[in-house]
């Protein structure tokens, strides 16, 4: 089994900056992909970015997320970051830290393991 953990979130000005972080505890060493999502008000969780736990790989979802966002683990795969910069009012959702034992894929539904979610509020 595999537990997620997320922090970081708050609330911030358009332009600025958070770090969320998520502690991942349990059989980490076989996690293949960890992954970012995040849900607006009335709208489907989507995808943010995910890493490939192998090589390091990234993949962006959203191209409005490029060059702004990024992710990153360690090696231990016991903890999954998203640094946010040059933040939008449009970013505004609550983020979700997700995992699963094969590589990447860009499906909100074939992470089985989730953290609780953490609060990110960009005001105008």
């Known amino acids: 089994e595999v537990q997620l953990q997320a922090s970081g979130g708050g609330l911030v000005q358009t332009g600025g900056s958070l770090r969320l972080s998520c502690a991942v505890s349990?059989?980490?060493?076989?996690?293949?992909?960890l992954a970012w999502f995040r849900q607006a008000p009335r709208k489907e969780r989507e995808i943010v970015l995910c890493?490939?736990?192998?090589?390091?790989?990234?993949?962006h979802e959203d191209a409005s997320t490029e060059g702004r966002f990024t992710i990153s683990t360690d090696a231990a795969k016991t903890a999954v970051h998203l640094q946010m910069n040059n933040l939008k009012p449009e970013d505004t959702a609550v983020y979700f830290c997700a995992a699963r034992l094969r590589d990447i894929v860009m499906d909100t539904t074939r992470y089985p393991y989730w953290g609780q979610g953490t609060q990110v509020t960009v005001s105008s």
């Open positions: 890493i490939s736990t192998s090589d390091g790989t990234t993949h």
């Open positions: 349990g059989f980490t060493s076989d996690l293949g992909a």
